[in-house]
């Protein structure tokens, strides 16, 4: 067990809603990422949160976005949904003490389907 | 820009023979390299990073890592595989941001089957 918590598990919803994905992370941790893992993208970085502070951006699209609230658990929104959208989004934690050679913890992970 | 590359889908090897999984990078800089291990229906486990200066890297579970940089590669390494590495291993780079932040790229991945 990593220490970071995802909800939840499993979402199943249809194209053209919105869901929101759930994401707390270990204890003291002030870093949080999002991935989305596919299996004709493979695991791809979307956003990177410091304190509340957005540092980093990957291939999110604008329909997705994400936010780190002062509790430091981060919520990423994806809207307007796909059927590409189905894949598996995990949120990852580190304590942001050591910069791009933090140590990442990742979450089980959000299997989410677009029906 | 960064990228890495896993030329292998899959690596097949039998119990207590020794594993070598292979990963190749591009990087503009120093480069930050990792290798992760996913078991079925979980989250990726750090095994171990590249920083600067040893090429050879220890990590958990037994693996190490060789970094060459004329080759430009980060091969994961076990000397003696158990049927419990049987996993799917990803290599992945990362690039930092002047904001702080990191964009971490990964390979596509290669299945390891360790047979009894």
């Known amino acids: 067990d990593s220490g970071v918590t995802q909800t939840p598990k499993h979402l199943i919803t249809a194209t053209g809603q919105r869901v929101t994905l759930r994401c707390s992370p270990r204890?003291?941790?002030?870093?949080v990422y999002w991935y989305q893992q596919s299996l004709d993208q493979g695991l791809q970085f979307l956003i990177h949160y410091y304190n509340g502070e957005e540092r980093a951006k990957g291939n999110i699209l604008e329909r997705f976005s994400a936010q780190q609230f002062p509790d430091l658990h981060s919520e990423l929104n994806l809207s307007s949904l796909e059927l590409g959208d189905s894949a598996l989004y995990f949120c990852a934690s580190s304590t942001g003490l050591a910069g791009v050679l933090d140590t990442q913890y990742f979450g089980p992970g959000t299997r989410l389907t677009v029906l | 820009a960064q990228s890495v590359a896993q030329p292998e889908d899959q690596v097949n090897v039998a119990e207590g023979n020794p594993l070598t999984v292979k990963c190749t990078y591009s990087v503009s800089g120093n480069p930050y390299l990792f290798w992760y291990v996913q078991y079925p229906n979980r989250g990726l486990q750090f095994l171990l990073k590249y920083i600067t200066g040893d090429n050879l890297v220890k990590g958990s579970y037994g693996f190490e890592a060789e970094f060459n940089k004329s080759q430009t590669s980060f091969h994961l390494k076990k000397p003696s595989a158990l049927v419990s590495d049987s996993a799917l291993y990803f290599c992945?780079?990362?690039?930092?941001?002047?904001?702080?932040?990191?964009?971490?790229?990964f390979g596509a991945g290669t299945r390891l089957f360790v047979k009894a």
């Open positions: 992945a780079v990362r690039d930092g941001r002047s904001t702080g932040g990191f964009k971490t790229i």
């Open positions: 204890s003291g941790d002030l870093s």
